[in-house]
């Protein structure tokens, strides 16, 4: 079952922001977040290797919602 985009922030818990990606993808895999959501992160090239806030990294993680 899909998550909400609601329901993904849970993964982003602790950091703070702006964040590197690297930063952003080792947070989501310790939190245990779903592959796919992981590995649109580290495919994301929009958003020059940081995220300035949570709602950055949910454009890209739904942006085809």
């Given at each position: 079952?899909?998550?909400s ?18 930063l ?11 592959a ?30």
């Amino acid at each position: 079952m899909q998550q909400s985009p609601v329901e993904s922030q849970k993964y982003l818990t602790g950091i703070i922001f702006p964040a590197s990606k690297a930063l952003v993808v080792a947070t989501l895999q310790r939190q245990g977040a779903p592959a796919h959501l992981v590995g649109q992160i580290e495919a994301d090239v929009k958003n020059q290797g940081r995220f300035v806030s949570p709602a950055a990294v949910s454009q890209v993680w739904w942006n085809e919602l």
